[in-house]
């Protein structure tokens, strides 16, 4: 079944170190996102990636880190400059990239949840 | 900066009745959506509307858009309990690359009550 799978699931991380957290496809998209999620909040847009070797940052990327190596993989790492990264992590893709006036449908991981102790 | 606010960010209200949530954005666009999420769950997409005066229906579920009031609804009829959930709106803008970035609404908490 196609999809996108996270993981891990649960992490937990000491102040002062760097995190990375697993996004993989298999739906063929283009596009893949990265939003953070705080209790009762809504979603943010961390990074972004329309097309692979080419990333954007969102609203909140100060401390975050994404490469794009592969059309399948967009990973994130939280450096130990993000003050605050306790959160639930969403990972996110959508079939069209650039140039393309259709419906920009997501379709998310089942997200991580990240706790700095 | 595109602002995407919902109205009421909690809503408790009893089986059986019929309630509405509101989307507002502050930016010209003809593309919103609509996303569910259980608790400690991911988000799954509920609908998308594409273009002023669209329509859509599920079940007890009834979004609408109006493209010139920047407005969009998510009409809930007869509520039941298994429509517990955060429900989100998002808006997607367009720019001279094609379709970026959804911003998302803050949600809306909806709690069935017996």
């Known amino acids: 079944d196609g999809g996108i799978t996270q993981s891990p699931k649960y992490l937990f991380r000491k102040e002062g170190q760097n995190v990375t957290l697993s996004c993989e496809q298999n739906?063929?998209?283009?596009?893949m996102y990265w939003y953070r999620q705080d209790p009762g909040q809504g979603l943010r847009l961390i990074y972004y990636s329309q097309i692979v070797n080419d990333f954007q940052k969102g609203d909140i990327a100060e401390g975050y880190s994404v490469s794009r190596e592969k059309k399948e993989s967009f990973p994130l790492t939280v450096t130990s400059a993000q003050k605050n990264p306790t959160a639930f992590y969403l990972c996110?893709?959508?079939?069209?990239?650039?140039?393309?006036?259709?419906?920009?449908?997501?379709?998310f991981g089942a997200g991580s949840r990240l706790t700095v102790l | 900066e595109l602002k995407v606010e919902q109205n009421p960010l909690f809503l408790s209200m009893q089986e059986g009745k019929n309630y509405t949530i509101y989307c507002n954005y502050s930016t010209t666009s003809d593309r919103l959506y609509w996303y569910r999420q259980d608790p400690g769950k991911s988000l799954e997409s509920l609908f998308v509307l594409l273009s002023n005066g669209a329509v859509k229906q599920e079940g007890r579920l009834m979004a609408s858009l109006d493209t010139k009031a920047r407005l969009s609804t998510l009409h809930i009829t007869a509520a039941v309990h298994d429509l517990s959930a955060t429900y989100f709106c998002a808006v997607d803008i367009t720019s001279n690359f094609g379709n970026e970035k959804l911003t998302f609404g803050t949600g809306t908490r909806l709690t069935i009550i017996p």
């Open positions: 739906l063929n998209h283009d596009a």
């Open positions: 996110a893709s959508s079939i069209f990239g650039r140039a393309h006036s259709g419906a920009n449908v997501l379709t």
